[in-house]
């Protein structure tokens, strides 16, 4: 796990314990929960905090209040969802820090549970506010980071915080997600098919040099295929594209040429004359014609693109292969990901991107069928360009003793991506 301390390396008995757990999920008009998925992915960390017998004290954000505080992005409705998932009671503070808070944490006993109000109500959480850090620092004994998706914020909660405590430690989420996609991808068995959908190129750039050097085979699907097609002059009709990222894209297919890969791209498409779900639309191939635009890779290309991932060994999926929300246009992306499980179930790793991957590959039925599925879009990106995440480099390095020799914890850099 990159060298860094895990919560399952500690005795947190008796202890209070901050953990940073990302509850940034969707309410209805009504103020419920309308998916749970981020919640369940915290709930091994806090059962197992449970277990040992500590004081769990949860901080999340949720929105973007920008340091004001807004009725409708309170984390009540959060902690009733938490407490009927851990069918005990969580303790909702209408408060990030100040002296009510300090109380109510000191008057929790072994075995509650403490949700604080939404960080990013406190301005000083999004600046990276020494002050607010030390506050929420005399919330606890230990720290833990649980909250993946907010790693790549250099936030008061997630970079500064931690080197406040004397054992800031990954949770078994943020474990799981470094060990897939870093310690999985980088020990990658091949073929590596890597499968990229999504909107923009401009998005992927790094992460599609960054992995280069490692895939074998690269299936280009979503829009970002015709900024793609487009520097190989093939028609694109009015499909969506990056005019300033064409060159990159020829420039990408030749980088992957002289390394090896192969760079499959549609071969046809279905196509629509307007952006909706309601309109006309029909397969063409191989280009597309003026006045259409391409919604989605076309039935040869999912069926050309799911016999490549059949025999791979190691797959990273980021990206639907077209606009999968519309259902005209998710035949693509339901046939790629029933493939990338398929592969799984026959012993391939199958790695899948937070974000718009995880929705694709939740509405296509097959998230539970992966080996892992990111809780993290934009930390996932960032990580797989080989960047060092602020929230992971925060955390403390494993040593023989767990502490450094002057008694508080290492503290590196390493915590980049695949490299």
Known sequence: MLGKLSVADLDCGGKRVFVRVDFNVPLDEDKNVTDDRRIRAALPTIRLLLEQGAIVVLASHLGRPKGQIVEGLRLTPVAARLSQLLDRPVTALDAVVGESV??????????????????RFEPGEEKGDADFAAALARLCDVYVNDAFGAAHRAHASVSVLPSLVENAAAGLLMAAELQHLGGSLQNAGHPFVLVFGGAKVSDKVPVLRNLLSQVDVALIGGAMAYTFMASKGEDVGSSRIEPDFVATAGQILAEAQERGVRVLLPEDHVVAAEFSEDAENHVSAPGIPAGQMGLDIGPGTAGRYAAEIAQAKTILWNGPMGVFEMPPFASGTRVVGQAIADATGKGATSVVGGGDTAAAAQLAGVASQMTHV?????????F???NVLPGVAALSDVSDTGTSDTGTPDRG?????VA
């Open 374 to 382: 990111s809780t993290g879009g934009g930390a996932a990106l960032e």
């Open 413 to 417: 850099a390493s915590a980049g991506g």
């Open 102 to 119: 300090e109380a109510a944490v000191a008057a929790a006993s072994p075995g509650e549970v403490v949700l604080l109000e939404n960080l």
């Open 384 to 386: 797989l360009e080989g």
